[in-house]
Nanobody, 116 residues
């Protein structure tokens, strides 16, 4: 069974940057999609960025040009580089791995707070 642990969140001023990390333990061979989602208070969880094993990447319109998803296969780690942060990016960020059958594994989340 895989476990996902996010890190890298924190408090940053608007315009600043953060890099989130999601380290996986256990076998990840059955997962073909990795992604980052976020949930702000009082709102539903939303997609931020997803990437398939073939490299196809999708970003939410609100983060295009500012956020970049990447991975280190050997380290079994997924990253989210966030630049030009805005107060509306404030949320708990979750990483996810998904299998070809649609089964998701989630991390516990990391808080990102952007002050104006």
């Amino acid at each position: 069974q895989v476990q996902l642990v996010e890190s890298g969140g924190g408090l940053v001023q608007a315009g600043g940057s953060l890099r989130l990390c999601c380290a996986a333990s256990g076998s990840i061979s059955r997962f073909n999609t990795r992604g980052w989602y976020r949930q702000a208070p009082g709102k539903q969880r939303e997609l931020v960025a997803v990437q398939t094993s073939s490299g196809t990447t999708t970003y939410a319109d609100s983060v295009k040009g500012r956020f970049t998803i990447s991975r280190d296969i050997a380290a079994k780690t997924v990253y989210l580089q966030m630049n030009g942060l805005k107060p509306e990016d404030t949320a708990v960020y979750y990483c996810s791995l998904r299998t070809v059958t649609g089964a998701n594994s989630w991390g516990q989340g990391t808080q990102v707070t952007v002050s104006s």
